[in-house]
């Protein structure tokens, strides 16, 4: 693109380079704006004769096209595109979700020349409205040919983001005492309560056996055919791995032990099982404070019904230091 100062009666149909300003300071015509007939008029009445703008040459594509192209192309799910000013394009979520982000393509594609996008994190929850991505091209126009390659690009590999809904998760918990399964219950509900109501759910179930292998693999089997979409396990002991007696007890009734450790502070002691496709997360220590933890980091994508796989927990390393 070529930039020029012209006069007034020449600028319709170019794009300002500049934002032009009333003399009291009130913004009257934003950088990127495409002049019309209109705007010449209303310029003249301000008493300007020049301004400085631009125009699209061939093989060039207008700012507000080509991050609308971007973002057509980014993201799937409960969320929606809208263009803002500047040459951006927001992704807004339309209801409560989990947000999931590539995050390998997100670094190719923020690596080409044409536009950049920046995404909430991936994991976090996103309530319904809320901004999870922004798309930003390069000043008032981009190459038709570096779009296209950006384009192709995702077509074969995107999407980039993924806004997976919250939808009325049910969720079970066992509060389980090596001596009285009522004292974990008492320790430990009200921070749950506090921990799920910043998602907006709820318990749906809860038991509270004594910290026993048979007597926790019943406790879990009975929160299954209540249908739980996902089990928390808030126990007053802290496991020595996938042999203890919660570890156990999920083996027993056929549990998958998905992951034992995790890279992130607090939290590190955490058991990640599957019982078919519903997730049962043992944490200890974590439901003693409302303080952010590991199952902070897991809850958006598990309420999403979401299965997280042993590599995603050993990924959380990289901003694992909560504390």
């Given amino acids: 693109m070529k930039a020029e100062t012209v006069s007034i009666r020449e600028s319709t149909g170019r794009v300002l380079c500049c ?5 009291g300071g009130k913004k009257l015509l934003a950088k990127g704006h495409l002049i019309s007939e209109d705007d010449v008029r209303l310029l003249e009445t301000e008493g300007m004769e020049n301004v400085w703008v631009t125009q699209l040459e061939d093989g060039e594509v207008g700012e507000d096209d080509a991050v609308m192209a971007v973002a057509s192309e980014i993201g799937c799910g409960s969320l929606e595109i809208r263009l ?3 040459g951006r394009a927001n992704l807004v979520a339309n209801e409560d979700c989990c947000v999931l982000v590539d995050e390998d393509l997100l670094r190719q594609i923020n690596c080409t020349s044409t536009t950049v996008i920046a995404t909430a994190a991936n994991f976090s929850f996103a309530r319904t409205e809320q901004r999870i991505a922004t798309v930003k091209s390069s000043p008032f126009a981009v190459a038709q040919t570096e779009l296209e390659a950006v384009i192709s ?8 983001l993924q806004a997976r809904p919250v939808r009325n998760p049910t969720v079970g918990v066992l509060y389980t005492d090596p001596v009285n399964g009522e004292r974990a219950r008492q320790l430990f509900d009200n921070v749950m309560r506090q921990r799920l109501e910043r998602f907006g759910v709820a318990p749906h179930f809860t038991l509270s056996p004594v910290e026993e292998e048979s007597t926790v693999a019943r406790a879990l089997e009975h929160l299954l055919k209540a249908r739980a979409s996902a089990i928390l396990v808030a126990s007053t002991t802290a496991p020595a791995g996938p042999e203890d007696v919660i ?6 009734i056929g549990c998958h032990i998905e992951r034992f450790l995790a890279p992130v502070e607090p ?15 043992a944490a200890p220590g974590c439901f003693r404070s409302a303080k952010a933890n590991v199952v902070d980091l897991l809850l958006p994508a598990v309420l999403a019904s979401y299965r997280i796989s042993g590599w995603e927990v050993a990924c959380l390393g990289h901003g694992g230091l909560l504390a």
């Fill in 84 to 86: 803002a000013a500047g």
């Fill in 267 to 281: 939290g590190n002691l955490l058991l990640l099982a599957y019982k078919n496709d519903v997730p049962v997360i």
């Fill in 153 to 160: 690009i995702l077509k074969e590999r995107g999407p980039i």
């Fill in 247 to 252: 570890g156990r007890a999920l083996q027993r």
């Fill in 19 to 23: 934002t032009i300003f009333r003399q």
